[in-house]
């Protein structure tokens, strides 16, 4: 699952690797990329925030990994916690004040504020349930918060499959292509919660077979 996880922030993270150089690099002012000159600092922590966040929180998925670094998990989910907010938040900021690229209508900024905010009270909803020492309730949001996190990664392969059929999208199609990336995300994390809160525990699991 880790591995799965980082294969698919791989676009993400390239894509921002990218951008970052572009910005610290002296790269050529385009009608594309001015806004992020005229205002670096949120893409920045945009960018630094949803790597952390994509690369610390594949870790979390590997229960033998935590079984053997029990500190780790307490220490990396405060951090995770943080890049998580700091991706969400400047997420929005963009949204709301960059201009608009060419391509990017009302319905794409309508599902990023939408998912944006989304993810925001998924990990204020999980950070609250684990300080109440609800596990279960922390575990399901935070999965959520991350698949939404990771939509970037699905989103590249939806385009993808939309771009060898058909060619590029337009403002439409791509704002739902988008949209189906998170979507897809959040289905896959309702299936993992949904099939973890099946599991028995183990002291149930022992009941059963005596009885």
């Not at 391509?103 to 998924?122: E, H, I, P």
């Not at 918060?145 to 999208?169: D, E, K, R, S, V």
């Amino acid at each position: 699952m880790p591995a799965a996880l980082i294969v698919l922030s791989a676009v993400p993270v390239i894509a921002g690797a990218v951008r970052l150089t572009e910005l610290t690099g002296g790269a050529e002012i385009t009608p594309e990329n001015a806004r992020f000159f005229a205002v670096p600092l949120p893409v920045v922590l945009h960018i630094l925030g949803a790597i952390l966040y994509g690369v610390l929180g594949a870790f979390q998925f590997a229960p033998g990994f935590r079984r053997r670094r029990p500190g780790w998990h307490r220490v990396a989910g405060r951090v995770l916690v943080s890049c998580g907010l700091v991706a969400g938040l400047s997420g929005l900021w963009m949204t709301l004040l960059y201009p608009r690229p060419v391509g990017d209508g009302d319905l794409l900024a309508g599902f990023r504020l939408l998912f944006g905010s989304a993810m925001v009270l998924c990990i204020v909803l999980g950070f609250a349930a684990i300080r109440r020492r609800n596990v279960a309730r922390h575990r399901a949001w935070m999965i959520r918060g991350y698949a939404i996190g990771m939509g970037a990664g699905t989103q590249a392969l939806t385009h993808l499959f939309w771009f060898l059929i058909f060619g590029p999208p337009g403002e439409f199609p791509r704002a739902l292509l988008v949209a189906a990336g998170w979507v897809i995300n959040l289905a896959a994390a309702e299936w993992i919660i949904r099939r973890r809160s099946a599991q028995p525990a183990p002291a149930q699991f022992l009941t059963r077979l005596v009885s």
